[in-house]
């Protein structure tokens, strides 16, 4: 049987917390915005999404022909209980026209396959969308109704993957706890994640504008490494406000 959706935003912005997925694009077009670092997130073979995450990330060959398919996004690194800080005082984006893809698709999420779109339409608790009948209908026979932002997001998400796979490589020759850590990312229940710093990828990438960015991302460190001090629940983000702060100093000035 057809499997019917129906959604409507009603602007509550309770879902404007947190880390934010974005595209290398988005990523970079808001360093003056975001804290940013890049999530890899693990998934082991004989998940449903696997060839499409393979497609989307990178994979990394285990021992006995095993092998783990990998995500690796750009992420605005914002604890869960901070609102985005493009998120306005009435609870509306402030940069509506402009902002990322992944609010532009927002429910839909380009990073799974669209046939199980449908389990991304209910809300969690206390969020206000509307998934009434009288909400239009969005999700039809396993397919999006009006799909221009997801193909876009996708679009996006597949021209990026040479660029990232780039710096997969770089990590795994570089980081000798890195496969481990996914590893043991990837037997968590719930999905394990690994973190690694914004400056390790403008170094592996060698990107030319890595002074610039530096210099943009080192303020709004600062800014979340003074919201976040002395809090316990927020100390793993507090370390790493502080630590790519460093990281950021020093690319803002190495290559003057
Ligand atoms: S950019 Fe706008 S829509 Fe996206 S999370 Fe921030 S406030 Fe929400
Ligand atoms: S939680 Fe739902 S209603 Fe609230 S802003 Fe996000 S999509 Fe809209």
Known sequence: MA????????????????QLPLTCKDAFANASRFPLCFVWTPLRQGSKDYPLVATLGTTIKL??????????TPTAYIPSSFPCPALGDDNLCSIHSNKPSRCKTMPFYPYREERYQAELLTPRQSWACDTSTAAPLVFQDNAIVFRNDF???????LEQVPILRRYADYMLKYSASLVNNLIHA???????????????????????????????????????????????????????YLNWSKEMAYLSQAQS
């Open 3 to 18: 499997r019917v959706k129906h959604f409507q935003c009603t602007e509550c912005g309770m879902c404007c917390y947190g």
């Open 63 to 72: 021992t006995g022909r095993k092998e783990l398919a990998v995500l690796i």
């Open 151 to 157: 193909d876009n997001e996708r679009q996006e998400l």
């Open 186 to 240: 990837s037997s968590k229940v719930k999905a394990g994640h690994v973190i690694t710093s914004l400056s390790s990828f403008l170094t592996a990438s060698k990107n030319a504008d890595a002074k610039h960015i530096a210099q943009l991302q080192l303020p709004l460190l600062k800014d979340y490494m003074a919201k976040t001090a002395g809090d316990v629940k927020l100390a793993e983000f507090h370390r790493n």
